[in-house]
């Protein structure tokens, strides 16, 4: 059973940083690709940013320049770090991993991120 656990939102103010984590069991790391996805309160949910196997990373074009996806292949963990924040970058942020191989997608429970002005 794939498993998908988020941790690190919080309440920041604008301008701010913020440091997401994923830790990811009951796949093989190695064959999926992670990402993060948002949806705001009234809004549909949103890509955010994924990273495939090979390292090879893509942003909505909203957070470019100001968030970085990484993953860490020895620990099982994708991370995403958010600098200057905005108000409108908050959200419920979702850990999402697919299976290149069965193309079978995850999600995790969500972490909330409040960006206050």
């Known amino acids: 059973q794939v498993q998908l656990v988020e941790s690190g939102g919080g309440l920041v103010q604008a301008g701010g940083s913020l440091r997401l984590s994923c830790a990811v069991s009951?796949?093989?790391?190695?064959?999926?690709?992670m990402g993060w996805y948002r949806q705001a309160p009234g809004k549909q949910r949103e890509f955010v940013a994924r990273?495939?196997?090979?390292?090879?990373?893509t942003y909505a074009d909203s957070v470019k320049g100001r968030f970085t996806i990484s993953r860490d292949n020895a620990k099982n963990t994708v991370n995403l770090q958010m600098n200057s924040l905005k108000p409108e970058d908050a959200a419920v942020y979702y850990c999402?991993?697919?299976?290149?191989?069965?193309?079978?997608?995850?999600w995790g429970q969500g972490t909330q991120v409040t960006v206050s002005s």
């Open positions: 999402w991993a697919r299976d290149i191989v069965t193309y079978l997608e995850s």
């Open positions: 009951g796949i093989r790391f190695n064959i999926v690709t």
């Open positions: 990273v495939t196997s090979g390292g090879t990373r």
